[in-house]
């Protein structure tokens, strides 16, 4: 008799009470959710035990040393890595179950919606301020994270497979402040990153990275065709590096 193998969601939160409980009602085909409270100061553990997960709590300062635990926690035969501001669609979560069931591939990467308040955001995605499809499916031991802070490096190993059906439901910002927030906390993490390697880089360097990331965005992913909000994207995926590599040489961080 062929075992039905078992998938494990992991995760990793950090004061998400307002946002996890949505998050676990659209896992419950998953065999296992096994969680990471870091830092969490509100009820984001006891929402995740309510749901029947693992839960690990601790603290961890380096996200790709938090990532790469909690794909340690976990017991299945396959992983779904999963934020909490994510919804996985029943589509995707009947191709998962039916992927792994006769898989030909150790990954599989995933179609990302991203929503910016209400409004689905679908172009100008990339350069570190978001993505459109992710490696999210995966065996134990194919994905390594990287020690950064922020946008941690990915050593991967085995065959990559084709995009799965359906899509993960990203809401990646509240608004429009939101969108400043995040970026003012990812370039505070990648400046500390950068203090830590010993090359905070050159400004003239950050300024050629700020427009090819710019042109990336706007047109290459033709961030143009969602009018200002576009726009927005393309301008802060260009200043993400530059503002990083100013705080990394005058604040004290």
């Known amino acids: 008799m062929t075992k039905t193998p078992k998938l494990s969601v992991v995760m990793c939160v950090h004061n998400e009470e307002e946002r996890l409980a949505a998050c676990l009602e659209h896992l419950r085909f998953a065999d296992e959710l096994v969680i990471l409270c870091d830092k969490c100061t509100d009820s984001s553990e006891q929402i995740a035990r309510d749901f029947g997960a693992k839960v ?30 994510e919804h996985v669609s029943a589509e995707l979560a009947h191709s998962i179950r039916a992927i792994i069931a006769n898989p030909e591939f150790d990954r599989y990467p995933v179609y990302i919606d991203n929503y910016i308040g209400k409004r689905l955001v679908k172009y100008g995605w990339g350069a570190s301020f978001g993505t459109s499809i ?86 290459g992913r033709k961030g143009y065709r969602e009018g200002a909000l576009g726009l927005l994207i393309a301008i802060f995926a260009g200043l993400f590096p530059l503002i990083s590599y100013i705080k990394a040489k005058y604040d004290d961080i």
């Open 56 to 85: 690990v709590v601790g603290r961890w300062d380096i996200e790709g040393e938090r990532r790469n635990q909690a794909q340690r926690e976990a017991s299945g035969d396959w992983l779904l890595e999963i934020d909490a501001d």
């Open 134 to 219: 992710v490696c999210r499916l995966l065996k134990p031991g194919t994905k390594q994270w990287g020690m950064q802070r922020v946008h941690p490096s990915i050593t991967w190993s085995g065959r990559e497979g084709p995009v799965l059906k359906g899509s993960v439901a990203h809401y990646l910002d509240r608004n429009i402040s939101d969108m400043v927030r995040r970026l003012d906390s990812y370039s505070t993490a990648r400046a500390k990153d950068l203090k830590a390697s010993g090359n905070i880089g050159t400004l003239a360097n950050n300024i050629r990275r700020f427009f090819s990331r710019f042109i990336k965005c706007f047109i």
